[in-house]
């Protein structure tokens, strides 16, 4: 049997309303949760239950789709649907999963869903064959290429990408940094660290050396960094 993913819709058009329903309505792996008109309620069902996906408009009452979005801490995976282009940009920015136009078409929609649900059977990790992505700054997108990411930190709503070059800055969550990258090759050694693996020099008690920077290791996670960036690696004199 399918494993259902569970969803809500948000948009202050009805007639926009029910065409999602309809088209969730016919894919069999979609479970509809809930639908809301405005961000508001959506943030109050939110607190209630969890979803995989949520279909966010952008252009609504009260609170835009784009802020609400930047407003929750542990956001579901996301599928922006809008009458508006110029947003696309913010939207993959706050790391969307896709960015329908309306009016959306169902081959459209479908395969929206599709990538969505490969991505989570795929526990959220970017596909090891992804060897870059591209973050927003200074009003363009820049290519970082992950083989030169050599760890992430994490400061209030902000990551900052450390990669052999140089330092970019993007507004988003450790969680959402963490879901897109490799786990053979990247884990998370502190509340606000992310490290590539490749590119520990040294382990000492609870840091971690990448050239002349020194990485904090939280005491949860010491177990797992000893196994994985010493491992059977550690050679003893005799």
Request: proline content about 4%; hydrophobic content about 40%; some cysteine.
């Amino acid at each position: 049997m399918t494993k259902k993913l569970t969803c809500i819709l948000v948009d202050d058009e009805p007639l926009a309303r029910e065409g999602l329903e309809a088209y969730i309505e016919r894919v069999d792996f979609l479970e509809l949760k809930g639908k809301y008109k405005n961000a508001v309620e959506a943030s109050s069902a939110l607190q209630e239950q969890s979803v995989d996906l949520m279909f966010l408009d952008i252009n609504m009452p009260l609170l835009s789709g784009i802020d609400f979005l930047r407003d929750l801490s542990h956001p579901p995976r996301v599928i922006f649907t809008t009458a508006y282009r110029e947003f696309a940009l913010e939207g993959f920015e706050l790391q969307a999963e896709d960015y329908l136009l309306k009016p959306i078409s169902f081959p459209r929609f479908l395969k929206a869903v599709n990538k969505v649900r490969e991505s989570l059977a795929g526990n959220g990790h970017t596909d090891s064959s992804t060897d870059h992505f591209y973050v927003k700054e200074d009003g363009k997108m820049v290519k970082v290429l992950v083989a030169e990411i050599r760890w992430i930190e994490g400061v209030k709503d902000y990551i900052f990408i450390h990669t052999n070059t140089k330092r970019h800055m993007v507004l988003t969550s450790m969680k959402s940094a963490e879901e897109k990258l490799n786990p053979k090759e990247f884990m998370r050694v502190h509340r606000s660290h992310i490290i590539n693996l490749r590119c520990v020099d040294a382990l000492e008690g609870n840091t971690l050396h990448i050239g002349k920077h020194r990485i904090p290791v939280s005491k949860q996670y010491r177990p797992e960094v000893l196994n994985r960036v010493v491992g059977n690696k550690l050679w003893r004199r005799e």
